[in-house]
């Protein structure tokens, strides 16, 4: 089965920095393109950052470009999310998905269940 | 990366039909045939409903259904039942400014 984990989310201050982790499991994890989605409380999903199959292409939404890194441990089948600068308005739940392309920025066929970030002093 | 347009709402009773419309530009929605849309249940991760403009993951009923005319994309469900309750996202390739992914701001379906 197809499963995809987040973990890591937490109260943060408002100028800190938090790692996202999303393990996962049931499909050859190299292979495919990753993305984190994310939702602010009561509102609709913003796409976030995207990485392709290898880790050599990377994409940003511009609300986040410069302040969020986006990884992977193809050894590890795991997706980072190193997060700084944060504000408060990136409290959201964040998704990590699965691309079935290699390349990334196509449709997001698998989700995990998501992990909470809050930014609040 | 500004979000596609979609309507805040619609609503339908059992059976009928009702169609969301996503708007963006020649940049996403108009240019590429890279249209998905995704249902999301209260407290649940969003689920993949249409990829590629018209094309059903296993599993995906037929009720569902996808089209695009220029710069519009559109999601159908045909049958409305009570499960299909939920948010509705549409989502797109784009390459306005940079490359990347836009979703639109979600429809809330009722079904009376």
């Known amino acids: 089965e197809v499963q995809l984990l987040e973990s890591g989310g937490a109260l943060v201050q408002p100028g800190g920095s938090l790692r996202l982790s999303c393990a996962a499991s049931?499909?050859?994890?190299?292979?495919?393109?990753m993305s984190w989605v994310r939702q602010a409380p009561g509102k609709g999903l913003e796409w976030v950052s995207a990485?392709?199959?290898?880790?050599?292409?990377?994409y940003y939404a511009d609300s986040v470009r410069g302040r969020f890194t986006i990884s992977r441990d193809n050894s590890k089948n795991t997706l980072y999310l190193q997060m700084n600068s944060l504000r408060a308005e990136d409290t959201a739940i964040y998704y990590c998905?699965?691309?079935?392309?290699?390349?990334?920025?196509?449709?997001?066929?698998?989700w995990g269940r998501g992990t909470t970030v809050t930014v609040s002093s | 990366q500004s979000a596609l347009t979609q309507p805040a709402s619609v609503s339908g009773s059992p059976g009928q039909s009702i169609t969301i419309s996503c708007t963006g530009t020649?940049?996403?929605?108009?240019?590429?045939?890279?249209v998905s849309w995704y249902q999301q249940h209260p407290g649940k991760a969003p689920k993949l409903m249409i990829y590629?403009?018209?094309n059903r993951p296993s599993g995906v009923s037929d009720r569902f259904s996808g089209s695009k005319s220029g710069n519009t994309a559109s999601l159908t469900i045909s049958g409305l039942q009570a499960e299909d309750e939920a948010d509705y996202y549409c989502?797109?390739?784009?390459?306005?400014?940079?490359?990347?992914?836009?979703f639109g701001g979600g429809t809330k379906l009722t079904v009376l």
């Open positions: 998905a699965k691309d079935p392309s290699h390349l990334g920025l196509n449709y997001l066929d698998v």
């Open positions: 049931g499909f050859s994890f190299t292979f495919y393109a």
């Open positions: 990485i392709s199959g290898s880790g050599d292409s990377t």
């Open positions: 020649s940049s996403d929605v108009g240019g590429y045939d890279y």
């Open positions: 590629d403009v018209n």
């Open positions: 989502s797109s390739y784009t390459s306005s400014n940079t490359l990347g992914v836009v």
